[in-house]
């Protein structure tokens, strides 16, 4: 739904690299035993098959994004007040998006890969889905039939999981009064924590004010243990992908993170 200037995305990619790297750093000599080498490079190589999966899937999320503001009931102006109100509108819709993938079997399975790695750190953050984006794109559509450009809700949704990128880590404790409004490393560290008062809650993406609205919201407390309820599930990229779908079918999709 949106393409950036090549020397836009290489910029984005070295700071995020970086900030990588700075965490290895980090994790190395305090001893946390952030990362895992083998893990590492399935998450890497994730990473990729998702940028090609958003390749061969532009042009369709494209005719849909179209045909949806060719349906535009108010079409607004492309001006800044528009694009933060598509920003926190978006934000809202990402919630319930995210919520469903939790709470819907058939979502789940797409999302179940996000979840499965024991680790926390920075390359978790992209552990998607490279199917996600076939049914991702509807739950948008309507942002965009109430008449938000499309090219505004691509840039929200965008802009919002690039400030996700920055929560898949512990080097970064609670953050004071900002707990609770936004989105913070360790409110999605209880998001991707197996323990059982932690699991379904903080599905916010930029805004922990979904969840409080929503009932969903808890702090940390007790110390976050990580990944799904039926375990390890090895350091297979295609497997971590697609283990999800073959549960699925086979009626054994009854696990959580």
Not at 19 to 25: F, R, S, Y
Request: charged letters at 15%; proline letters at 4%; hydrophobic letters at 45%.
């Amino acid at each position: 739904m949106l393409s950036l200037p090549h020397s836009v995305a290489l910029g984005i990619i070295g700071v995020l690299s970086l900030c990588v790297a700075l965490e290895m750093l980090w994790s190395w000599r305090k001893h946390k035993r952030a990362y895992n080498t083998k893990e590492t490079f399935a998450n890497i190589a994730i990473l990729l098959g998702f940028q090609v999966s958003k390749v061969a899937l532009f042009g369709y999320q494209l005719y849909w994004s179209n045909m949806a503001f060719s349906l535009a009931l108010f079409p607004l102006p492309e001006m800044p007040w528009v694009f933060a109100c598509c920003f926190i509108a978006t934000d809202c819709v990402y919630y319930w998006h995210h919520r469903i993938m939790h709470t819907t079997r058939f979502f789940w399975t797409f999302h179940v890969v996000h979840h499965s790695s024991p680790w926390m750190n920075l390359t978790t953050s992209y552990r998607l889905n490279w199917l996600s984006g076939i049914f991702g794109v509807f739950f948008y559509l309507p942002l965009i039939i109430i008449g938000f450009p499309p090219k505004f809700v691509a840039a929200s949704i965008g802009l919002g999981l690039l400030y996700q990128f920055f929560l898949h880590t512990e080097v970064v404790g609670k953050l004071g009064f900002l707990e609770g409004i936004f989105n913070t490393p360790s409110a999605h560290r209880v998001h991707h924590a197996t323990n059982e008062q932690y699991i379904d809650k903080n599905y916010g993406g930029v805004f922990m004010l979904w969840d409080r609205i929503f009932g969903t919201y808890i702090e940390e407390e007790e110390k976050p243990q990580y990944g799904i309820t039926s375990g390890f599930q090895g350091h297979n990229p295609f497997k971590l992908v697609f283990h999800g779908f073959a549960d699925y079918v086979r009626g054994k999709m009854h696990y959580k993170g």
